[in-house]
């Protein structure tokens, strides 16, 4: 017989509308859609109620979560309704700094290349060349190169440089207030720290780490007037964002369970680390490339088994 299992299912954004820049971010037809598919296929939890049957072995078999990072407006406009008419419930992830009118690194370069007036957008005074932006493909291409290019540089220069180069460009409110917050928390949805400025924490020296960890925290219960006990390691990925000391941090600060981005499902038993939770993205548009991909992720190794 084989053990319950528990998948977890990350989103960033849903979009009102499908946007020709990202072909594949989730909509909220596709998203909806899928709602439909995990209620069918599988039994969607809570989080703290799923970490909770994880351990007293009670978790039904194909238990799966939602949960969303970084704390896009789009959460409460969008996903919010579409969770509550499908009577689902969801864990938002939060970057503390970026609510009521902030804007993270990477929407920084995206809305300056989406709206750079072309045809092309000169970076040479920042070393990053001159991007050709005069076709739709070619502004994909700038703002694929442009995000690799700075996601894993020293935290302070990634964010000057993206603050620079945004300053030419087109600023759009893209994240939540905190007005959006608390009615994500009034519908009864479970919200967990993310940081202060999202930092790969890897990155980081660790008291600036530890730093970013903790001011997310009580920020946010400040503002939520209520303990903040999930996080979610910005980022996310085992070994290269965060590292044992981070897990350390997160232990000690009084959170009761972290979530990485490795694929992967939880499974109850000894290998289960309530503070390494594995999880999975899900852009399929097809209804079973969805379902199969799914079905992949429950066979991916545990973390630390390969
Ligand atoms: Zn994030």
């Known amino acids: 017989m084989s053990l319950p299992t528990l998948s977890i299912l990350i989103y960033h954004r849903v979009l009102?509308?499908?946007?020709?820049?990202?072909?594949?971010?989730?909509?909220?037809r596709l998203f909806e859609r899928q709602l439909m598919l995990l209620k069918h296929f599988f039994t969607p939890l809570p989080l703290p109620q799923a970490l909770q049957?994880?351990?007293d072995g009670s978790l039904p078999p194909r238990a799966a979560c939602i949960t969303f990072d970084d704390g896009y407006a789009d959460n409460a406009q969008i996903a919010l309704p579409l969770l509550q008419k499908h009577g689902l419930h969801a864990t938002f992830?939060?970057?503390?700094?970026?609510?009521?009118g902030g804007q993270m690194w990477n929407d920084k370069l995206i809305e300056t290349v989406r709206h750079a007036p072309g045809p092309s957008l000169d970076l040479r005074p920042w070393g990053l060349g001159c991007l050709p932006v005069?076709?739709?493909?070619?502004?994909?291409?700038a703002i694929a190169q442009l995000l690799g290019q700075l996601k894993y540089?020293?935290?302070?220069?990634?964010?000057?440089?993206?603050?620079?180069i945004a300053r030419a460009g087109h600023q759009t409110e893209l994240m939540l207030s905190v007005e959006q917050l608390r009615q994500l928390q009034?519908?009864?949805?479970?919200?967990?720290?993310?940081?202060v400025h999202h930092p790969i924490l890897a990155a980081l020296p660790d008291h600036a780490a530890q730093q970013e960890i903790a001011a997310g925290k009580a920020q946010l219960e400040q503002w939520l007037q209520t303990p903040v006990t999930l996080f979610a390691y910005p980022n996310g990925?085992?070994?290269r964002?965060?590292?044992?000391?981070?897990?350390?941090?997160?232990?000690?600060?009084?959170?009761?369970?972290?979530?990485?981005?490795?694929?992967?499902?939880?499974r109850p038993g000894p290998e289960l680390d309530l503070f390494q939770l594995p999880r999975f993205t899900p852009w399929d548009r097809g209804r079973l490339m969805f379902l199969w991909r799914l079905q992949q992720n429950l066979r991916q190794p545990p973390p630390g088994a390969n």
């Not at 992830?93 to 009521?100: C, K, V």
Request: aromatic residues 8%; charged residues 20%; contains cysteine.
């Open 16 to 28: 009102a509308s499908p946007d020709p820049l990202f072909p594949g971010e989730v909509d909220a």
């Open 53 to 55: 049957r994880l351990q």
């Open 93 to 100: 992830f939060i970057a503390s700094a970026y609510l009521d």
């Open 134 to 141: 005069a076709k739709l493909a070619q502004r994909q291409a």
């Open 153 to 164: 540089l020293p935290f302070a220069q990634r964010e000057t440089l993206a603050r620079q």
């Open 186 to 195: 009034r519908a009864g949805m479970q919200i967990g720290a993310h940081t």
């Open 237 to 239: 990925k085992q070994g």
């Open 241 to 266: 964002d965060y590292g044992p000391c981070h897990v350390e941090m997160v232990k000690a600060l009084g959170f009761t369970a972290a979530l990485a981005t490795d694929w992967g499902a939880s």
